[in-house]
Structure formats: structure tokens, C-alpha cells
């Protein structure tokens, strides 16, 4: 069974920070690219941010540049999301998933997490 799990969030107010995480059981992590993607209410999954197997290349989306940081460890089979500078409109539930930007939204496809809710009040 694959299972994919992230923990970390929680209710912050503007300024502060959030460290997520995820971690995987039955399946490896290490050749996967990785992708955190968010929901915000009333809006459909926007990707936030990816990172290589190897962990050699990161990329974000324009909205959390400068204030968000993906890592990973391979070796414990878990993938991270630093956050920084949180404001509100970062308000909605993070999923991490298996798959680069180019991947696509589609749930059905991949490996999700059941997401953690991250709210940043105003």
C-alpha cells in the first residue's frame, strides 16, 4: 500500500512560518520528481512548488517565490515545504504529490497525500 502523508499545518498569522512535511510508506521517493500543490477555498489546486529526485533542482511558483523553500530527504523517504512570510491569501490545504510541474492536477494520477490545512489569518 502507498501511502503519502503530510503534516506541519496549522493556524499562523501574516508573518509567521510553517514547516510541512511528507512522508511516504510503500513506495521510494528517491528517482520521483516531487511537487507541493494547494487549494485555496473556492479555487481549484494551484502547484506551489517541485523538486528533482535527487533534490539538485528546485522551482516554485511566481506567488511564494523568495518566501518558500522544497527539500528532501531521500534517505528517510520525506520531502519538505519551508514556509516563510506566510500571508493569508497562502491560506489552503497543501498536498504533497509524486510528479513535476508539467504533471498536472489530475488526483487520479500519481501519488497524493491527503493534505494539511494551512490557514494564515488576517
Known amino acids: 500500500e502507498v501511502q503519502l502523508v503530510e503534516s506541519g499545518g496549522g493556524l499562523v498569522q501574516p508573518g509567521d512560518s510553517l514547516r510541512l512535511s511528507c512522508a511516504a510508506s510503500?513506495?521510494?521517493?528517491?528517482?520521483?520528481?516531487m511537487s507541493w500543490v494547494r487549494q485555496a477555498p473556492g479555487k481549484g489546486l494551484e502547484w506551489v512548488s517541485g523538486?528533482?529526485?535527487?533534490?539538485?533542482?528546485?522551482s516554485y511558483a511566481d506567488s511564494v517565490k523568495g518566501r518558500f523553500t522544497i527539500s528532501r530527504n531521500n534517505s528517510k523517504n520525506m520531502v519538505y515545504l519551508q514556509m516563510n512570510s506566510l500571508k493569508p491569501e497562502d491560506t489552503a490545504v497543501y498536498y504533497c504529490r509524486t510528479g513535476s510541474r508539467y504533471t498536472g492536477n489530475d488526483r487520479k494520477t500519481g501519488f497524493w497525500g491527503q493534505g494539511t490545512q494551512v490557514t494564515v489569518s488576517s
Open positions: 523538486i528533482s529526485g535527487g533534490g539538485g533542482g528546485t
Open positions: 510503500g513506495v521510494t521517493l528517491n528517482y520521483r520528481d
